[in-house]
T-cell receptor
């Protein structure tokens, strides 16, 4: 059974710092991996989707990488801003076409 | 504006009542999903539908029911059989099956009084 883990559960950084959020999954047989942002009490906003055949995807200050063999994905945020404060969730699409979510990393960027 | 709408935003239910959460999308997506989110946790799949008049159980379907009579609509009923229904409920849709990017609605927070 696929399990997705995100470490750390919470992270606090000063504004301007570059940071990396980690996501690991137990079964490498995934179709894709998706990163989401969730603001308090809100729905999820899709940030990046990496297909299993890809190594990374970039959007603005965000870069997500995927290493299926090691069961890891990272989300790199460059030059962090207070507006980046939110919970970041990763989700792996498993072999039965179901999205399996991690429990998220709560990010606080201090001004 | 294309997107997914959920209503109501907040819902209060007395024990023993059934309640229905609405989910509508105008993205022309074939697939729709319902997830449940508990505090500090990720999302868990309740039900999903890849085409009109067809749906499948997810990982936590007990105590819930759905229908898919129209492509645009995928309502979720939380029945009295659901023992712990207080949670945040999120609806999503995608172009085809789950291989494609999923887009989410704003959510409904259900509280049992």
């Amino acid at each position: 059974k696929q399990e997705v883990t995100q470490i750390p559960a919470a992270l606090s950084v000063p504004e301007g710092e570059n940071l990396v959020l980690n996501c690991s999954f137990t079964d490498s047989a995934i179709y894709n991996l998706q990163w989401f942002r969730q603001d308090p009490g809100k729905g999820l906003t899709s940030l990046l989707l990496i297909q299993s055949s890809q190594r990374e995807q970039t959007s603005g200050r965000l870069n997500a990488s995927l290493d299926k063999s090691s069961g890891r994905s990272t989300l790199y945020i460059a030059a962090s801003q207070p507006g980046d404060s939110a919970t970041y969730l990763c989700a792996a699409l498993d072999s039965s076409y179901k999205l399996i979510f991690g429990s998220g990393t709560r990010l606080l960027v201090r001004p | 504006d294309g997107g997914i709408t959920q209503s109501p935003k907040y819902l209060f239910r007395k024990e023993g009542q059934n309640v229905t959460l609405s989910c509508e999308q105008n993205l022309n997506h074939d697939a729709m999903y319902w997830y449940r989110q508990d505090p500090g946790q990720g999302l868990r799949l309740i039900y999903y539908s890849q085409i009109v008049n067809d749906f499948q159980k997810g990982d936590i379907a007990e105590g819930y029911s759905v229908s898919r009579e129209k492509k645009e609509s995928f309502p979720l009923t939380v029945t009295s059989a659901q023992k712990n229904p207080t949670a945040f409920y999120l609806c999503a849709s995608s172009i085809g099956d789950g291989y494609n990017e999923q887009f989410f609605g704003p959510g409904t927070r259900l509280t049992v009084l």
